[in-house]
């Protein structure tokens, strides 16, 4: 079985307010990682959205984030959470010191990531090295426009653009709530 995460887990639930497409939201952060975080939400963006994260530390503080939506989902399931998957883009010096609590590895370095490390120190104008570190690599190209789900209920196929499955999208031909199964 495939492992799909880079870095371990912390299992906390804080309030934060995040601001996706100049607007406003109110949420709860949980799921905590050196370079991504989960929050609980009805109010889902589309993978790929650019958003402004704040969360509410239990020592009274609050950490700046930036980040980019990686995962999307909104479900009539109880089971399963809705919310959205964040890739950290940026992490400012509180949420290091948050994380150095659960995790004394933390590199303690608040700049960009974007997944992949550098193999040795880049050279700048003046032929000193940048320290290692995480630098920005661009976004892979997009999938398809659409996917073809079946629906669990009647059986019909429904073309769903790709951008709106975080909507929770319904089938045409019974109206029963359709997911993407994973």
């Known amino acids: 079985m495939r492992v799909r995460r880079r870095h371990e887990r912390f299992l906390r639930r804080l309030e934060s307010e995040f601001i996706g497409e100049g607007n406003n939201y109110r949420a709860i952060s949980s799921d905590f990682s050196r ?5 609980r939400t009805n109010h889902a963006f589309v993978p790929g959205t650019e958003l402004d994260i704040v969360v509410h530390l239990p020592n009274g503080t609050a950490c700046k ?5 990686r995962m999307a989902m909104k479900t009539t399931i109880v089971s399963l959470k809705n919310g959205m998957g964040i890739e950290l883009l940026q992490r400012d010096h ?3 010191r948050f994380l150095k609590d ?9 700049g960009t990531y974007t997944g992949e490390t550098s193999a040795r120190p880049e050279p700048t104008d003046q032929g000193q090295q940048k320290p ?3 630098y920005h690599k661009p976004a892979p190209d997009p999938a398809p426009d659409f996917v ?7 059986g019909a196929k429904n073309k769903v653009r790709r951008e709106r499955l975080s909507h929770g999208p319904k089938c045409g031909k019974c109206g029963s709530p359709i997911s993407l199964q994973i």
């Open 35 to 39: 370079y991504g975080l989960f929050i």
């Open 65 to 69: 984030l930036k980040g980019v939506v």
């Open 102 to 110: 659960f995790d004394p590895d933390e590199d303690g370095d608040p």
């Open 148 to 154: 073809i789900i079946a629906c669990a209920q009647c």
């Open 132 to 134: 290692q570190g995480y």
């Open 94 to 96: 509180n949420y290091i």
